[in-house]
């Protein structure tokens, strides 16, 4: 229960239902650890079932953890912005990294869930997301 780090959610756009994430800050301790991945998994996964369709992170070039992280949370390279930033009087680019809800839906969500979980908890998981749409669907039928 010890905060490891933050996450800043910015670009929020409502109308396209897309959001950007910023490299999650943390402890020097956490960097790289299952917690960082989890809080990572935990809240694309809130912001996919708020109806979020997209959501996407940009990281500096030269930023090896944050290319490990990204790679590990599942997010597809998606684009190559040269000479965004201006750090310490040296050009920097940017790398832009993404996910849809259609990939997360797809199978992305159940294979970072196993990686962190294992397989007996992604069994119990699927369980419990399949009574969720059996409740979902009868509510529908109620209304």
């Known amino acids: 229960d010890n905060i490891i ?4 959610l910015t670009n929020d756009n409502p109308q396209n239902l ?3 994430l910023e490299m999650p800050i943390l402890k020097p301790s956490s960097e790289g650890t299952a917690e960082s991945i989890e809080a990572c998994f935990l809240l694309l996964d809130r912001l996919f079932a708020m109806g979020y369709r997209r959501i996407q992170l940009s990281i500096d ?3 090896i953890s944050g290319k490990k992280l990204c ?3 599942g997010l597809t390279q ?3 912005i040269p000479k965004e930033r ?3 009087e040296s050009n920097r680019d940017s790398i832009i990294y993404g996910m849809l809800n259609s990939d997360w839906d797809k199978g992305a ?3 970072l869930f196993k990686k962190l979980h294992g397989d007996k908890a992604t069994k119990t998981d699927a369980a419990n997301e399949t ?3 059996e409740l979902d669907k009868q509510q529908e039928g109620l209304a």
């Open 18 to 20: 897309s959001i950007s």
């Open 78 to 80: 998606e684009g190559f």
């Open 109 to 111: 969500r159940s294979f």
């Open 61 to 63: 070039s030269m930023d």
């Open 131 to 133: 009574k969720e749409d």
């Open 86 to 88: 201006i750090v310490k």
């Open 71 to 73: 790679g590990r949370i």
């Open 5 to 8: 780090g933050v996450i800043f």
